[in-house]
C-alpha cells in the first residue's frame, strides 16, 4: 500500500478509477431515485451526496482527505452533461452553459494534476486538523466540514445551470455575454495559477508579488467566483424573470462566503505566519484586484 501511495503514476491510477466509480455509484443512486416521490433536484442531490460518500470512505483508506480535492472541478462537468443527455437538451444555451463548464473544469482538473504529488501528500490545511484536533472530531469536520459542505456549495452553483438545461432554451444577446465571463473567469484563473507556478519554480522570492498578483492578492479565487456569477448570469439570460428566480443566486453567494470567510483567511494567516514579507504585500496589495 506504501508503494502505491509513494508512486505519482500509481496514484493517479487509484484516482481516476476512485472517481469513475464514483460516478457510476451516483448514477445508480439517481436510477433508484426515480422509484421514490422527490423531485430531480433532490434526486441530483442525493446522488451527488452518494458519490461524496463514496470518496471520502476512499480517503479514510488511504488516510488523505485530498483524496476529495478534485470533486470541485470533476463533478459540475460530469453531472450538468449528465442532466443535459438524461433531458435529450442540445439547445444553444445549453451548449454554451456545458461549453464554459467543461473549459473551466478542465482547466482546474488540470492545475490539480499538475500540483498533484502522491496519495501521501496532503493539503496542509487537513494536516493541520488533523494535528490540532482529536481523532473522533477530526473524523466528523472531515466528513461534514472537508467533503460535505463544499459538495453541498458546489450543487447549490450548479442549480442555475440544471434549470438553464431545463428550459430547453436558444441563447441571446445576454447568453453569449455571460458565457464570456464564464471563460474570462477561467482564463484569468489558468493566468493566475500559471504565473504562481512560474514563479515557485524560479524561486523569484517567497511571495508571490508578478504579474496578477501584482495588483490582487487572490486573482486565482476571483476568478472562481466570478465564474459561478456567470453560470447564473446565463441562467437569467434565458429566464429573465428575476422575481421568481432570484433565489437560485444562493450557490453564487455561498461560494464567495466560502472563499471570502474561510478559505482567504485561513490562507493568509499562514502565509503571515511563515512570510513576514506578506504583511507589508497585504498592505500595499489589493484582496483581488
Not at 496514484?11 to 443512486?29: C, E, N, P
Not at 444577446?173 to 524560479?202: G, I, P
Amino acid at each position: 500500500m506504501n508503494n502505491l501511495k509513494e508512486s505519482r503514476a500509481a496514484s493517479f491510477i487509484i484516482m481516476t478509477i476512485i472517481y469513475i466509480a464514483a460516478f457510476f455509484v451516483g448514477w445508480a443512486v439517481y436510477r433508484w431515485s426515480a422509484s421514490t416521490p422527490w423531485n430531480e433536484l433532490w434526486r441530483l442531490f442525493v446522488a451527488d451526496v452518494a458519490g461524496t460518500l463514496f470518496v471520502w470512505f476512499f480517503g479514510l483508506i488511504f488516510r488523505n482527505v485530498s483524496v476529495y480535492d478534485p470533486y470541485w472541478s470533476v463533478a459540475p462537468p460530469v453531472m450538468l452533461t449528465a442532466v443535459a443527455y438524461q433531458a435529450g437538451s442540445c439547445n444553444s444555451a445549453t451548449l454554451l452553459l456545458l461549453a464554459a463548464i467543461w473549459f473551466w473544469g478542465i482547466r482546474l482538473t488540470g492545475n490539480w494534476a499538475y500540483t498533484f504529488c502522491n496519495l501521501n501528500a496532503e493539503d496542509w490545511r487537513y494536516t493541520k486538523y488533523r494535528k490540532e484536533l482529536r481523532p473522533l472530531f477530526f473524523q466528523t469536520v472531515n466528513l461534514f466540514g472537508l467533503n460535505m459542505m463544499p459538495t453541498v456549495v458546489v450543487f447549490l452553483v450548479m442549480i442555475p445551470g440544471f434549470k438553464v438545461i431545463e428550459t430547453n432554451a436558444d441563447a441571446n444577446l445576454f447568453t453569449w455575454m455571460a458565457f464570456l465571463l464564464c471563460v474570462a473567469s477561467a482564463l484569468l484563473q489558468l493566468v493566475a495559477d500559471t504565473q504562481r507556478h512560474r514563479f515557485v519554480k524560479a524561486r523569484l522570492g517567497r511571495v508571490c508579488n508578478v504579474g496578477l498578483w501584482k495588483h490582487g492578492r487572490h486573482p486565482n479565487y476571483l476568478g472562481e467566483i466570478m465564474m459561478w456569477w456567470g453560470v447564473y448570469l446565463l441562467f437569467l439570460s434565458v429566464t429573465p424573470d428575476i422575481a421568481h428566480n432570484w433565489h437560485w443566486l444562493i450557490g453564487a453567494v455561498a461560494n464567495t462566503c466560502l472563499f471570502c470567510f474561510i478559505s482567504i483567511p485561513l490562507m493568509e494567516k499562514r502565509q503571515l505566519a511563515n512570510k513576514p514579507e506578506y504583511a507589508e504585500y497585504k498592505k500595499n496589495t489589493r484582496l483581488f484586484l
